[in-house]
């Protein structure tokens, strides 16, 4: 029987990849992006041609082109305000990539991303990081935990600092690093629930205690290793319970955290055995797909299809440049 995801029309038809994406982006009906008018205002441009060039000396029809008679502004598509704007790529190879990012559990590297969309190594590369842009959540100002929730954390350090960032002697030798060795990388894993993930310059006790009272509800249970940086967070939380690594220690009833190391174990395989180099200035998006993907599992009652959807519904009111994607980001 043939996969009803993979043969789902939109994947190869622009014109259902358009009706889809404008049923996901505009619920209520077709909205303006310049002034916010709804569907009684808003009406459907049909056969209107691009400007030729010399690929399309007489241009391509434009499909789901709407103008808006409220504020006269330019046409618009659903494109406009979203990951998609200014994007050359159809947009059923944008719903294929989307679906193929959600459905690898350790992720999809550029290149196989330009062999299966046969496009070009900077377009798929810019389109994961699109992507990835999609799938961060938004400030809901929710707190993870509470009364009788448990929340695992634990820190891990990925990546080298390049050569270029030590010091080097006048013969060219290197006398030191400018910087830690390695990336930290914090995570905040309720058990049972969602996972939240932080890029830090250094995993130190103020910047783990920070993090924690801006994210985990006080209520809860904290589960950590023996490992001094959550020193300052007992007094701040229901419980802190720690399991001793160092004794070969890794469970005691019910104190553990192997919840948020399986969380590391996902996130490391795919890193490095899928994206294999992570510039520092991404990773947090990296983070964020990793925690999308375990936050839409299917655990939790998020299949493929829903996952998919969701990514979707995060591209809205989101624009992510090819020359910012390739500038320092904080």
Known sequence: MANPVLSDPRFFS????????????????PTCPHCGALVDKIGRLNGVRSKPSKKNPEGVVQIGLRKCYACRGPAFTVRKGTIFEDSHLPLRMWLQAIHLLCASKKGISTRQLQRMLNCGMKTAWHLGHRIRLAMVDGPDGASMGGIGKTIEADETYFGKIPRSQTTTS???RRIGKTRPANRA??????????ARTFHIAQ???NTVSRIMRENVAKESRIHTDESA????IQWRFAEHETVKHSADEYVRGDVTTNTVEGYFSVFKRGMIGVYQ??????LHRYLAEFD?????????GVGDAQRSKNALKGARGKRLTYQTTRGAEA
Do not use: M, T
């Open 14 to 29: 622009e014109e259902a990849a358009f009706e889809y994406v404008e049923g996901q982006l505009w619920p209520e009906g």
């Open 292 to 300: 999308f993907r375990y936050n839409n599992r299917i655990k939790l």
């Open 229 to 232: 940086i959550y020193n300052l």
């Open 170 to 172: 006048a013969k060219g």
């Open 185 to 194: 990388v914090l995570a905040l894993v309720e058990r049972g629930g969602r």
């Open 203 to 205: 995993a130190d006790q």
């Open 277 to 282: 180099h992570c510039d520092e200035k991404h």
